[in-house]
């Protein structure tokens, strides 16, 4: 009687990872989207109101190499303008920033229960920053930065029905990123350059941010 509820608890036990490991299926593809929107705003007193305002929006394309892992491709754009009344010159600042990254991905999903996935996260990444400061004496910076990263992540995903995918991730897990920038600075008729490189590496073990979490649904296919 026991061996025969051994046999019987180890044949469900299969039957349910068929069940989790059917929900994806090989060259399966995904479509993905993030929309994000930020502002702050910070009374400084004598100096005045600080306001900072961002926008930023993502696409991407995923494909199944095999029902617990898949690949994807993504670009994104994001915006940002901030406002300082005064600093310690007591000038007036205004910057505006423009982003354009592209990214390849690989996620390895495990199963936690039925439509609950944890997923481990590489990816390599390519950022493209150009912006401008403006101040109120005429003077203004022109900025112009590139980085290329590496970063590890995690993540929980659910699949909600047969058709979309929600996920939840931290992205900051490890990092490793080179970063290059030029600065050329206008006041009047002379301009001064300077140039910065640096490399980088962090993780986020030691604490939590929600600066780095990430909140995204994915549309599958087929």
Not at 9 to 34: C, D, E, H, P, R
Not at 41 to 70: E, H, R
Not at 84 to 105: G, L, Q, T
Request: charge should be positive.
């Amino acid at each position: 009687m026991i061996a025969m509820k051994t046999k019987l608890t180890i044949l469900l036990l299969l039957l349910f990872t068929n069940v989790v490991n059917a929900q994806f299926n090989s060259g399966q593809k995904m479509m993905g989207g993030q929309l994000g929107f930020g502002y702050y705003s910070n009374d400084q007193a004598s100096n005045g109101i600080f306001k900072s305002t961002s926008i930023s929006s993502t696409i991407s394309l995923a494909k199944f190499v095999s029902p617990s892992l898949f690949n994807e491709w993504g670009v994104n754009y994001s915006y940002s303008y901030s406002h300082y009344p005064s600093n310690a010159n007591n000038i007036d600042e205004k910057i505006y920033n423009h982003s354009f990254s592209s990214y390849f991905s690989r996620t390895k999903l495990n199963s936690l229960g039925k439509n609950f996935f944890l997923g481990f996260t590489g990816t390599g990444a390519a950022q493209f920053q150009f912006g401008k400061n403006n101040y109120i004496t005429g003077d203004y910076d022109k900025i112009n930065s590139y980085q290329v990263s590496i970063n590890g992540g995690m993540g929980l995903y659910y699949k909600m029905n047969r058709r979309f995918l929600l996920n939840c991730g931290l992205s900051n897990l490890l990092s490793l990123s080179f970063s290059h920038g030029q600065t050329n600075s206008y006041s009047g008729s002379s301009t001064i350059s300077q140039t910065n490189s640096g490399i980088n590496l962090s993780t986020g073990l030691s604490g939590f941010s929600f600066y780095n979490l990430t909140i995204g649904f994915r549309y599958l296919i087929k």
